[in-house]
């Protein structure tokens, strides 16, 4: 599985973004989906996620920092994760990471990462 994210970019406090992650295999083939980030000298950290249950259920999980702002959104007809950020904030400048995880019953639980995508957030 392979994870290929974009849409980032450079936007001034208050203003809205929101990178894709397209993955290369079915959404439905995934148990966690979602997004992490990491700021200069600082460890990588969880932004938001999605523990599905379906199509249209599943558990998200937000970091307390983006809560109300930061949504994570799914496309299954395009395999594509989304993450729709608004209000944003100096302090959200990171590169942001999509994530996802598998459940194989030959192998167990498989990580994917992509490559990163620079948000950088002007005040």
């Known amino acids: 599985v392979q994870l290929q994210a974009s849409g980032g970019g450079s936007v001034q406090a208050g203003g809205s973004l929101s990178p894709s992650c397209e993955v290369s295999?079915?959404?439905?083939?995934?148990?966690?989906m979602g997004w992490y980030r990491q700021a200069p000298g600082k460890q990588r950290e969880l932004v938001g996620t999605i523990r599905s249950s379906g199509t249209s259920g599943g558990t998200w999980t937000y970091a307390n920092s983006v809560k109300g702002r930061f949504t994570v959104l799914r496309n299954y007809a395009k395999n594509t994760v989304y993450l729709q950020m608004n209000s944003l904030k100096p302090e959200d400048t990171a590169v942001y990471y999509c994530y996802a995880d598998q459940l194989l019953a030959s192998v167990g639980r498989r990580e994917y990462w992509g490559q990163g995508t620079q948000v950088t957030v002007s005040s």
């Open positions: 295999a079915s959404l439905h083939s995934l148990n966690i």
